[in-house]
């Protein structure tokens, strides 16, 4: 692997997550999956990740209140939001609590996101 620094996705839609966890592993990034914030946050071992990424709409605490959660307890590594939905107060208020990018669903730019905010690390 180029990188055994690991990223945490956390998204309810499995098919999502699968994607995204073949598609960072595929660049050689160690990479774990959680269906819930909730799942997430029960895990010691997530909290240390090198890097976030947040699906905006899921049950339960959702990607923007588990962003504040993480910033706000000093998390500062990179962390990315995905939505399905083009909502701009929504980016705003995202990028306002710390996100380094919100890209709506499906992205291709987000593996490039990940490689890139890791290297400079």
Known sequence: MKNDRVVCIVD???AVRDSILVLLQAEGLAACAFASAAEFLSDATALSAACYILDVH????DGV???RHLRSNGVTVPIFLLTGRADPGLKRAALDAGANAVLNKPTAELVNLVVAALGQM
């Open 12 to 14: 309810d839609d499995e």
């Open 58 to 61: 899921m049950p339960g605490m």
């Open 65 to 67: 209140e588990l962003l």
